[in-house]
């Protein structure tokens, strides 16, 4: 079975919602927003600019990000989003039962937990950082940390497993 990892980014534009569907591509990554796919590629350049090539036209934007929002500036325009939520759900990361897999390519920032660690719903295992955006990989239940494969620093692809997870059982009353 080939699963695709995938997303949705949330943000909020001027008064208007917005949702981008992201899915990881072997080059890339493809956005869906209204309907229309896009297909993405590209690379930093420095803090505050990167080079796209999107379904095949090449272009370069500005940007600014904080911990509430980003800013692209592009032909003379400025489009600020707000974050509605910048963390990855359980559904979000989890693409097979007991696996946590990177939903796009990136650098993992700080890794939290170790072998047999014990963690509770929601806990933050690793950060990993994409398209200088930093995401929490969280735990989808109670569990235990069975391995992580990853230390801070490591690039990963999309789809890499990160940590294998094993829920607690449930007790039953």
């Known amino acids: 079975?080939?699963?695709?990892?995938?997303?949705?980014?949330k943000l909020k534009l001027d008064k208007a919602f917005v949702q981008v569907n992201l899915s990881a591509e072997k080059e890339g990554f493809v956005a869906e927003y209204q309907g229309e796919k896009f297909h993405i590629s590209g690379q930093l350049l420095n803090n505050n600019t990167a080079h796209f090539n999107i379904n095949g036209k090449q272009d370069k934007i500005a940007f600014s990000q904080n911990a509430h929002g980003l800013t692209i500036f592009k032909n003379g325009q400025s489009h600020k989003f707000s974050y509605l939520n910048q963390k990855f759900s359980s559904e979000d990361a989890q693409s097979t039962e007991g696996n946590l897999k990177a939903p796009m390519p990136g650098v993992i920032t700080q890794v939290l937990v170790a072998a047999n660690d014990q963690v509770k719903k929601d806990d933050v295992l690793m950060t990993l950082e994409a398209m200088k955006m930093e995401y929490s990989i969280r735990a989808p239940h109670d569990g235990i940390i069975a391995a992580s494969y990853f230390q801070a620093g490591d690039q990963v692809k999309a789809g890499d497993e990160l940590v294998e997870f094993q829920a607690l059982a449930e007790e039953v009353a």
């Open 1 to 9: 079975m080939n699963i695709r990892p995938s997303y949705a980014i």
